[in-house]
């Protein structure tokens, strides 16, 4: 008998139950200071509070800013003129500040401080006449913000399939950058495919994908191998949480799925399972998570292990814009 089993007694051996829950998971700090920022948004200012596209990818969180008067839109022109907008995590392109300018709104940039990283190389770069290879996923928002920066400089690869693809103007003078919540792995294999054809392809100052998927993908890898299920709690539209599902899946787990709350999960799942692995995105709230491990717990998945993979400790500054007012606000 190993140690995931147990016989019972008629003497059958049946898989001993218990979960393996990633740590870190969920929130990272990007997220947590975009989530702060509406809600400081709305202590300060009232409702409404209008949100171009949602703050981070989890409908949960949105819901529950709905409720307290956030309103979220798909384009800037549909915010009233002079009223209050928040921009999500994922960043804008210069057009859309321009745009709020231009309907005298007053806006509230949440862009993630890693993103900004990424526009600030993408500038860069342009201004000394690169060609920027964007590794990431059309239509994405970050994708879609960063290449604002930079529009006549980079060309969008997807994966390195894709890499085969891109031309570029001079092989001497092309660097790659990245979205931020790609799989570490896949972002690595695109990487060497597109050196494969442009040797001297240049590296960004450091990697673009930021440490937060990177610690969520390595404590996923960490306990995959050891579990028959894989249970990743995130929106179908968050980028980091599907790349974990993958990942788990790549590093040994027999099945995985992505899962936006307990409701999502479907019971056959657990045929046959005796170790379950658990954990969340980086834009989703502990709430959801405890809620899984609280379903599984009453169909006898009631060992639940911690497994810490990494300590993370950084912390963001609220927007430059909230903090003058509310220190205004203090003084007053």
């Not at 549909?78 to 995590?89: Q, R, Y």
């Not at 599907?242 to 788990?248: D, G, H, I």
């Not at 040994?252 to 954990?279: C, F, H, K």
């Amino acid at each position: 008998m190993s140690d995931t089993t147990a016989t019972d007694v008629t003497g059958r051996t049946e898989p001993i139950k218990r979960v393996l829950l990633a740590k870190p998971r969920g929130y990272c700090a990007g997220v947590d200071r975009a989530v702060q920022t509406v809600e400081h948004a709305l202590d300060h200012y009232g409702a409404p509070v209008y949100v171009r596209k949602q703050i981070v990818h989890n409908l949960h969180v949105v819901r529950s800013l709905e409720a307290r008067g956030a309103v979220f839109v798909e384009e800037t022109d549909e915010v009233p003129m002079g009223s209050i907008v928040v921009f999500s995590a994922h960043g804008v392109a210069p057009e859309v500040h321009a745009e709020a300018a231009a309907r005298n709104l007053k806006a509230i940039d949440a862009t993630c401080p890693l993103v900004t990283k990424v526009h600030n190389e993408a500038r860069r770069f342009a201004a000394e006449d690169y060609d920027i290879v964007l590794i990431g996923h059309e239509g994405h928002e970050e994708v879609v913000g960063t290449t604002g920066e930079a529009p006549d400089h980079i060309k969008l690869v997807d994966g390195p399939a894709d890499a085969a693809k891109v031309q570029v103007r001079d092989p001497d003078k092309v660097v790659w950058l990245s979205q931020t919540t790609l799989s570490v792995d896949e972002t690595m294999q695109t990487v060497e495919a597109l050196r494969q054809r442009y040797p001297n392809l240049q590296s960004p100052p450091s990697d673009d994908i930021c440490y937060a998927t990177q610690n969520r993908q390595a404590a996923v890898k960490a306990i995959a191998a050891q579990v028959d299920l894989f249970l990743v709690v995130g929106s179908a539209n968050s980028s980091n949480s599907v790349r974990m599902v993958e990942v788990a899946r790549t590093a040994g787990a027999r099945a995985a799925y992505l899962v936006d709350n307990a409701a999502a999960i479907d019971e056959e799942w657990l045929t046959g399972v005796g170790t379950v692995g658990l954990s969340s995105g980086a834009s989703v709230p502990e709430v959801l998570v405890s809620e899984v491990a609280s379903w599984l717990a009453e169909r006898g998945y009631g060992d639940l292990q911690e497994v810490n993979h990494t300590e993370e400790r950084l912390t963001f500054a609220l927007p430059q814009e909230l903090r003058r007012d509310l220190r205004l606000s203090a003084k007053a």
